[in-house]
């Protein structure tokens, strides 16, 4: 297997996932077969070449290079809270965090 | 699915400057074919009629005042509902965003109903845009209008059956893997994804930020020129938007594409191509030749990598994009008692399979000690397909491949096999990674009457002439079928 049991527990908790036992036993089936699949990638020789992250080649394509970083007035917060689960303005509510 | 009468961009506005009828009645025309469709398609999720006849009737406004109309007046269109819309809920298919209404309008949907169009609602997708047959919505699966058993593809499959089925003349989809081209080809339209930076994300909720893109479905591909047009353009909003001016995309409609040199990659047509996908595209080409192109065999090497790259880069994205999605701003909340807890349970239920199973990926191949094996590799994969565009554009003006390896497939026929659904992208993930512009346009149909996409892909920036070989291809097998 390329992942355990305690390794799909382990992402699951890095991602904040709560999940049951059948989608653990289920996922670490399929993640096994998709990690699998992708391990193709290694019969590729990679040495010299550059990682791309950017689809729009940023530095030499002057048509995409990036806007100037201007400060402008954004006055959404109240429509932006009127959407949280909990909120008493201005702040988000969550349970809390820190004990005393 | 016949009997309704076929709007067109420029029927509509002829009709309208005839003044034989209103922008009103045309919304209204639509709104009844819907409610009467959509039960057994599933393509709207939300209907928007108090802004659709706001805007309509500003449309019949100018008309009477004699104002000049702006290019798509009273041209009723539909939104996947992963692009947010003011004041009308955008869920992404999903319970995290159930009850979800953006504060805002995505520039793409700004940029549409400031040419006129009318916001008729909100199409279902894969939840998060993430699949290929629009089974994974949270909101129950789109049928696709040829054939209530199909799939309609996906992820954009509400957008391309309300097309399709006459409920729209036009809809945004997005595309990050395929999800505009793949269910444009299995519901038999003209679908088109962009270049990447050529139409803004600002206001499209991000599954892969590198990836992502909107574009436009229609029934002819004269329509999709004049709604790619109307949406293109810089965007100081989105910081991947790209400066690059937009050309009339119509301008090269009409014109011969005798002398066009047509690449045919080896590696797009080898095994596992459905038999009547083959022999439908083949006579495309043939059809294309019979037009002046010249035909040009060249090999793509780094083709066979392309999934393997995507659902790495992809997923990696999905999982950084997709923790914004706690119950703490917006959407969903499980209340629980520490915060962690929240989270995870928030995310456990608000969340369907399929997005959990990216977010596994995703986060696993970023996971310390696995981020060069599987990330960093990726991004250099990436590079080496993007180089294989690069190397064929310096023959060629443009690749022509199958959109898709199969027709529209059953319902539940692929479910349960992520990594098949995931392998049927093959034609379309190599141009979302390199970034270029593609369409998939309708050739020809199989023996069970399913449609057949044509994908047509172009270097960077060249979306004219992309929409000019489509219309001829288009117009030239029409007039085949005639």
Known sequence: MKITREEVLRVAELAHLSLSDSEVTKFQGQLDSILSYIDKLKELDLSGVQPMAQALEANTRPEAALRDDVVCVSDVSRAVLDQAPEAKAPYFRVPKVIER | ?482
Request: hydrophobic share 40%; net charge neutral; with cysteine.
């Open chain 2, 1 to 482: 699915m016949s009997a309704v009468r076929k709007w067109t961009v420029p029927s509509i506005r002829a009709a309208l400057e005839a003044k034989t009828i209103s922008a009103r009645e045309i919304a209204t025309e639509f709104y009844s074919r819907i409610e009467k469709r959509n039960p057994e398609l599933n393509a709207y999720l939300t209907l928007s009629p108090e802004r659709a006849y706001a805007q309509a009737d500003r449309i019949d406004t100018m008309r009477a005042k004699g104002t000049r109309l702006p290019p798509l007046a009273g041209v009723p269109v539909a939104i996947k509902d992963v692009i947010s819309t003011r004041g009308i809920c955008t869920t992404c298919a999903s319970r995290i965003l159930e009850n979800y209404v953006p504060p805002y309008d995505a520039t793409a949907v700004e940029r549409l109903e400031a040419a006129g169009a009318v916001i008729l609602g909100k199409t279902n997708c894969d939840e998060f845009a993430m699949g290929s047959s629009n089974e994974n919505s949270a909101f129950g699966p789109v049928h696709n209008p040829v054939d209530l058993a199909r799939v309609p593809g996906g992820s954009s499959g509400g957008s391309a059956a309300a097309v399709a089925a006459g409920l729209a003349v036009g809809a945004l989809g997005t595309d990050t893997g395929g999800s505009i081209r793949q269910p444009g080809a299995l519901c038999g339209i003209p679908a088109m994804m962009p270049t990447y930076g050529r139409v803004s994300r600002y206001g499209l909720i991000a599954f892969a930020s590198s990836l992502d893109r909107i574009g436009p479905f229609a029934s002819t591909v004269s329509d999709v020129a004049s709604l790619l047009g109307v949406i293109s353009g810089n965007d100081p909003r989105d910081s991947t938007s790209a400066s690059a001016p937009v050309p009339n995309l119509l301008e090269g409609i009409g014109k011969t594409v005798k002398g066009m040199r047509i690449g045919l990659p080896a590696e797009y047509f080898g095994e596992g191509m459905d038999t009547e996908v083959r022999s439908n595209v083949e006579k495309g080409i043939q059809t294309l030749e019979s037009l002046g192109c010249r035909p040009v065999n060249l090999r793509m090497p780094h083709t066979d990598y392309a999934i393997a790259t995507y659902y790495i880069l992809a997923n990696a994205e999905a999982s950084s994009n997709l923790a914004r999605f706690d119950g703490v701003r917006y959407g969903m909340r499980v209340p629980e008692s520490s915060l962690a807890e929240m989270y995870r349970e928030t995310r456990g239920k608000g969340f369907g399979p399929e997005v959990k199973r990216r977010i596994m990926l995703g986060t696993y191949v970023l996971s310390s000690g696995y981020y060069d094996a599987y990330y960093l590799r990726a991004q250099k994969v990436r590079s080496l397909i993007r180089s294989d565009f690069n190397a064929a554009f310096e023959k060629v003006d443009v690749l022509v491949t199958p959109t898709s390896s199969a027709p529209a497939f059953l319902l539940g026929e692929r479910i349960d096999d992520p990594l098949s659904m995931y392998l049927s992208d093959i034609y379309t993930v190599t141009g979302s990674l390199a970034g270029v512009p593609a369409i998939s346009i309708p050739c020809g149909m199989t023996s069970k009457r399913l449609p057949v996409g044509l994908q047509i892909f172009g270097p960077p920036f060249a979306e004219e002439r992309i929409l000019q070989l489509a219309h001829a291809l288009e117009r030239a097998l029409g007039a085949e079928q005639a």
